[in-house]
């Protein structure tokens, strides 16, 4: 399989280096332990804003650190959860004295290695708030699996507690506001194609060339039905009408529409995606207030999108509004 | 002396061994329920303990005597082996792993030799701290489920006064079940829960890798011991 890399194992760290000599107006990057930083870290009296995960969703986590999102990203190796050592560094970087969130996404390994720097972190004095996302309906929440996944709703959350802790708000708030984008988003994803990973470098699942996977994880985790391969209304239709009928979204409700590439899919497909998304959800009268567009969650190569919708209101319009600079998202700053 | 600091080296250093020669094992096994990096990580996380063993004095010469001190105190090898997971390892078995170890360390904090009752003691703080953490139950089709039938099968020959040796061989034996019976399991935890019915007919990696490392300490410590108790010198 083909890649733009000099080695398999050095293809964190290199990325590492190149953000930091990229983005060295907005962050610091640690090679030891990994970690991307706001170059003005820690911000006195502001609350700090932690997430982490395996890399291979570029720009999340480290394109999201700077004013108005993230103060710290905890980059793992690729598709593996970063450790307890630099989960307490970033903490530590970040603390600006009014406490640091953790916005973590619900994979087994995020949630053990997070909970273990939350408790280094405590054990130094520092004040930790954990919140966990998991919008990906394709997954069944049952007893007997490790529960949703957490995947687009992390981005809106990243941005919306950003702003808010940049306006001065405590931990507690928002905590809160980080919660309600969990509790109020969904997402759905699907895949034309598998990622390689630099380490295995083959397909993680097999897929057929008139196949496509519905359901998709951001690793390759197998979805809900693999099914022939549908023009764009229909696989919107299957997408935005598990999300709908989920929450659910009903007439009347303004929304957030997040239309995602998972990294190979061009963005002319991912406007056609939002034509028809715009058009399933005019016809049971939910609005799109705001949008976001583009590749932002990945998941490697892997070709196909994923939708999030995420219930608006006043508030959160605000929040979302609010400027933003950040190497993967930036407006109004 | 039996079972002893350098024993326990010894034991670290022949699970490092035994991961990087199963590494594409352990690799395939998490490919088909998970996520494929059981084995590399793992290993990645082995050869760190071992270069930090190698780093430590008293810890340097595998199998060597332990001169020093710090050398002597099993609690703050296992430590030492614990922290270094914790920190290199990643995913779910950096903590759990992690977890394991630094719970056995410290119910063998300041001892310098563990029998049967000690090992017993330090297996069932390792099991119990791996299920805080994971909140896995037996059947979910995890590491506990080769863990907790060797912690029991120890706990039972230290009950009725058997040796360390005897105690390391029934618990591998139980291991080397309790992974076999992982295969019709459906996952209930972790990565591979997402697959539900489709998870069953493969065996779980994280509780081979436990196995192997019951294993080991069943070969080193088991013979360590099991030459002591026959009047040879278990610290060479």
């Not at chain 1, 969904?186 to 008139?210: I, N, Q, Y």
Request: aromatic share 4%.
């Amino acid at each position: 399989m083909k890649k733009l890399i000099n080695a398999p194992e050095d293809v964190v760290r290199e990325e590492l280096e190149g953000i930091a000599l990229a983005h060295s107006d907005l962050v610091r990057v640690s090679l030891d332990p990994y970690m991307v930083v706001r170059v003005d870290a820690p911000v006195q009296g502001k609350v700090g804003l932690v997430s982490g995960g395996g890399s291979g969703h570029e720009p999340m986590h480290g394109g999201f650190v700077g004013v108005g999102m993230l103060d710290a990203a905890c980059p793992g190796e690729i598709f593996t959860s970063p450790t307890p050592d630099q989960i307490l560094a970033a903490t530590k970087a970040v603390d600006g004295g009014a406490g640091v969130l953790h916005i973590v996404k619900n994979y087994t390994g995020d949630i053990l290695n997070f909970e273990m720097g939350a408790e280094l972190a405590r054990e130094e004095g520092i004040e930790v708030e954990a919140v966990v996302i998991d919008d990906d309906v394709a997954v069944k929440d049952s007893l007997y699996t490790a529960g949703r996944r957490g995947v687009g709703a992390t981005v809106l959350a990243e941005k919306l507690c950003g702003a808010a802790a940049e306006k001065g708000q405590a931990l507690k708030e928002v905590a809160d506001i980080c919660r309600h984008a969990d509790d109020f988003g969904r997402s759905m994803g699907m895949a034309l194609t598998s990622c390689v990973t630099p380490s295995a470098g083959r397909a993680t699942f097999e897929l057929g060339d008139d196949e496509m996977e519905i359901g998709i994880g951001i690793h390759g985790e197998p979805g809900r039905e693999r099914m022939k391969l549908a023009p764009a209304h229909e696989i919107v239709e299957i997408l935005a009408g598990a999300l709908v009928e989920d929450l659910p979204f009903r007439s009347g409700d303004d929304v957030l529409a997040f239309v995602n590439g998972l990294g190979g899919t061009p963005l002319i497909e991912l406007y056609i995606v939002y034509r028809e998304l715009h058009q399933f959800l005019a016809a049971r009268g939910i609005t799109i207030t705001r949008n976001l567009i583009g590749s932002y969650i990945t998941s490697l190569e892997m070709a196909g999108c994923s939708i999030t919708l995420l219930k608006m209101d006043y508030d959160l319009t605000r929040l979302w509004d609010d400027p933003v600079k950040t190497a993967g998202l930036r407006w109004g700053a | 002396m039996v079972g002893t600091a350098a024993d326990v080296s010894r034991w670290i250093r022949a699970f490092q061994a035994e991961i990087a020669e199963h590494r594409d094992r352990l690799t395939e096994l998490d490919a088909a329920i998970g996520d494929a990096d059981h084995g590399t990580n793992m290993d990645r996380g082995m050869r760190a303990v071992v270069a930090k063993l190698d780093g430590d004095v008293g810890y340097a010469v595998a199998g060597g005597a332990a001169n020093s001190a710090a050398g002597e105190d099993i609690g703050s090898l296992l430590k030492t082996v614990g922290m270094t997971l914790v920190s290199t390892v990643g995913g779910a078995s950096g903590p759990l792993y992690g977890t394991l170890f630094l719970r056995m360390a410290t119910a063998a904090s300041g001892r310098s030799e563990l029998d049967a009752e000690g090992w017993a003691a330090a297996w069932a703080a390792a099991v119990a701290g791996v299920q805080a953490r994971g909140k896995a139950e037996p059947g979910d089709k995890t590491m506990v489920d080769a863990l907790l039938p060797a912690c029991a099968a120890f706990a039972a020959v230290a009950g009725r006064g058997g040796s360390a040796a005897q105690g390391w061989h029934a618990a591998a034996v139980a291991a080397r079940a309790g992974v076999k019976a992982t295969v019709p399991m459906v996952a209930r935890k972790g990565r591979a829960s997402y697959l539900g019915e489709r998870s069953a007919g493969h065996q779980d990696p994280g509780a081979t890798s436990s196995y192997l490392l019951i294993e080991c300490g069943a070969e080193v410590l088991g013979a360590a011991v099991a030459r002591a108790g026959h009047g040879t010198a278990a610290n060479q």
